[in-house]
T-cell receptor, first 111, second 114 residues
Framework: GDSVTQMEGPVTLSEEAFLTINCTYT??????LFWYVQYPGEGLQLLLK?????DKGSNKGFEATYRKETTSFHLEKGSVQVSDSAVYFC??????????FGTGTKLQVIP | KAGVTQTPRYLIKTRGQQVTLSCSPI?????VSWYQQTPGQGLQFLFE???????NKGNFPGRFSGRQFSNSRSEMNVSTLELGDSALYLC?????????????FGSGTQLSVL
């Protein structure tokens, strides 16, 4: 069945370090891909999205490129801040309003 | 514009009881989805409603049910609670369409089953 696999956490980085969180998906057709972020005690918020192959989603310094050939949507940021500490979820949707999420990757950024 | 509102924020129940959770979507959003979030399983899709009809359903037992009202507000019900039902239940709303553009999540209802 359709699924999303993302790297296990937690990931601990020093402030201003480079961040990569890997995400791959298994799906048929042309799904839309997303990264959501969850801060402590809150619901999820959309961070960025891409709806077709080679699209690059970007927001708040985060980027991810929809790679159909490798079925990947890795999240990157050039310089993380303490305020980026949160749980990051990769997700995809093949249609209608059903979204399949990865298990989440906890990021901790230390000063 | 008000966000997605879920009530109550916390619930404590005992095994065998039933519980009803409520979700008010963003004004104008006609699709409401429910997710169960646990540390071990992450987010699991429960079901999605649009115009009072269930369009999608996840792999949960029949003890989990939901409904949507004409004003798009939604409720989910869990009957005969089990310890394993302890989780954060998240509601999300979106503009209805064939493809998801963006889900807007509430802060969730934290259910503890003792």
């Amino acid at each position: 069945g359709d699924s999303v696999t993302q790297m296990e956490g937690p990931v601990t980085l020093s402030e201003e370090a480079f961040l990569t969180i890997n995400c791959t998906y298994t799906a048929t057709g042309y799904p839309s891909l997303f990264w959501y972020v969850q801060y402590p005690g809150e619901g999820l918020q959309l961070l960025l999205k891409a709806t077709k192959a080679d699209d690059k989603g970007s927001n708040k310094g985060f980027e991810a490129t929809y790679r159909k050939e490798t079925t990947s949507f890795h999240l990157e940021k050039g310089s993380v801040q303490v305020s980026d500490s949160a749980v990051y979820f990769c997700a995809y949707s093949g249609g209608y309003q059903k979204v399949t999420f990865g298990t989440g990757t906890k990021l901790q950024v230390i000063p | 514009k008000a966000g997605v509102t879920q009530t109550p924020r916390y619930l404590i129940k005992t095994r065998g009881q039933q519980v009803t959770l409520s979700c008010s979507p963003i004004s104008g959003h006609r699709s409401v989805s429910w997710y169960q979030q646990t540390p071990g399983q992450g987010l699991q899709f429960l079901f999605e409603y649009f115009s009072e009809t269930q369009r999608n359903k996840g792999n949960f037992p029949g003890r989990f049910s939901g409904r949507q009202f004409s004003n798009s507000r939604s409720e989910m019900n869990v009957s005969t609670l089990e310890l394993g039902d302890s989780a954060l239940y998240l509601c999300a709303s979106s503009l209805a369409g064939d493809r998801v553009e963006k889900l807007f999540f509430g802060s969730g209802t934290q259910l503890s089953v003792l």
